[in-house]
């Protein structure tokens, strides 16, 4: 899960928008030790985005997390 939800964000990356919501139903899937899948793809894939951040905003299923997708700077402006 984790490879391929880094290509589908780097496929997504130019066609952010700030306040759309992107939705993950295996968030929280991830080993007994650290974050993997999905979550881990979300954390690395954000932390290093310049341009975008994520807010959680829904969780809808015991695995499944929703979250907006903010500029970093949108504070600033």
């Known amino acids: 899960m984790y490879s391929s939800t880094m290509d589908v964000l780097r496929f997504l990356e130019p066609r952010l928008k700030h306040g759309m919501i992107i939705a993950f139903d295996d968030y929280f899937c991830w080993s007994a ?3 993997a899948g999905e979550r881990r793809a979300a ?3 954000f932390t290093a985005s310049r341009e975008w951040q994520i807010v959680p905003y829904l969780q809808y ?8 997708v903010e500029r970093k700077d949108a504070i600033r402006r």
């Open 43 to 45: 954390i690395e894939f």
């Open 61 to 68: 299923s015991w695995a499944g997390q929703s979250f907006v």
């Open 33 to 35: 030790t650290e974050a």
